[in-house]
C-alpha cells in the first residue's frame, strides 16, 4: 500500500497514536518514516494496524516487564498486569487482521472465497 499523509494520519488513529499537541512523532511509538514502511509492506491499511499492533505488544511487554506498582508521597500508582496489557494489544491486532482479510480482493461466492496466496 502506498503512504500518503492522509493514509498515515488514518494509521495513527487506528493505532491510538495520537501526535501530542506542541509535540512530534518523535513523542509516540513510531515515526512516520515506520508508519510508512509497516503500510508500504502490507496489502490494506488493517493489515498495516494488525502489524503496528503487534509491534506495540511487544513494546509493551518491554515496558511493563517487572513493574507491578510504584509510590511517589502519598500517591500510589498501579500498573495493569502485563499479560492483560498483552491480551488486549493482541486482541486488537486480531481484530484488525479480521478486517484486512475481509477487505483483500479474492474471488467469492455465497458458498466461499478464494484469497490468492502471498507470493514473496
Keep these: 500500500m502506498t503512504p500518503t499523509p492522509d493514509i498515515l494520519t488514518e ?11 506542541n509535540g ?9 518514516s515506520r508508519l510508512s514502511s509497516i503500510l ?10 494488525a502489524e503496528g499492533w503487534r509491534r506495540k505488544a511487544a513494546k509493551i511487554q518491554k515496558k511493563l516487564d517487572g ?15 502485563l499479560s492483560t496489557a498483552l491480551a488486549a494489544a493482541l486482541k486488537v491486532a486480531s ?15 455465497m458458498m466461499f472465497k478464494l484469497t490468492p496466496p502471498e507470493v514473496l
Design 95 to 109: 481484530t484488525f487482521e479480521e478486517q484486512a482479510v475481509k477487505k483483500t480482493p479474492g474471488i467469492s461466492s
Design 24 to 32: 512530534t512523532e518523535a513523542d509516540t511509538a513510531f515515526t512516520n
Design 67 to 81: 513493574i507491578g506498582s510504584y509510590q511517589v508521597g502519598t500517591e500510589r500508582y498501579e500498573y495493569i498486569s
Design 11 to 21: 494509521l495513527r488513529e487506528l493505532l491510538d497514536e495520537e501526535i501530542p499537541v
Design 40 to 49: 508500504s509492506d502490507s496489502v490494506n491499511i488493517y493489515a498495516a494496524a
